[in-house]
């Protein structure tokens, strides 16, 4: 799977598209560079799940939680750099008790339910473009 976003408009379009699939356990991953759009897109996503404000990088906090649809917790793993530091997030704790969104997921790879949605979000040829990848 690969989308094609020339603006923020179908990155909009692309996390609504993605919502509608969403029964509300799953683990979506995300991987890009810093900048690549990561928080941008959990925010449309989570627009589209009827959560309208307060979505925003979850770095300083590691976990964010919100409701809309069904309960969403929204990592960022940036700064866990092994499995002593993922424990004491209370990662584990989150899985499959609402969807949970996980920005930095090359860092805990390892660590990833089998079933996640792995989404790798790169930088286009264009300033504003950006490819989103399903990774295995």
Do not use: Q
């Amino acid at each position: 799977m690969e989308y094609i976003a020339k603006t923020l408009s179908d990155t909009e379009a692309f996390a609504l598209r993605l919502a509608e699939t969403l029964k509300g356990n799953e683990t979506i991953a995300l991987f890009g560079d810093l900048g690549a759009g990561k928080t941008t897109f959990v925010r449309y996503l989570c627009k589209a799940l009827g959560i309208t404000n307060g979505v925003h990088s979850p770095t300083f906090a590691i976990v964010n939680e919100y409701m809309g649809k069904f309960p969403v917790y929204h990592f960022d793993m940036y700064r866990i750099t092994d499995e002593d530091d993922l424990y004491s997030t209370g990662y584990y704790d989150y899985l499959g008790k609402g969807l949970v969104i996980i920005e930095w997921s090359e860092n805990i790879e390892d660590y990833l339910p089998k079933d996640a949605l792995k989404l790798e979000l790169r930088y286009g040829e264009e300033e504003n473009t950006r490819i989103f990848k399903g990774k295995k």
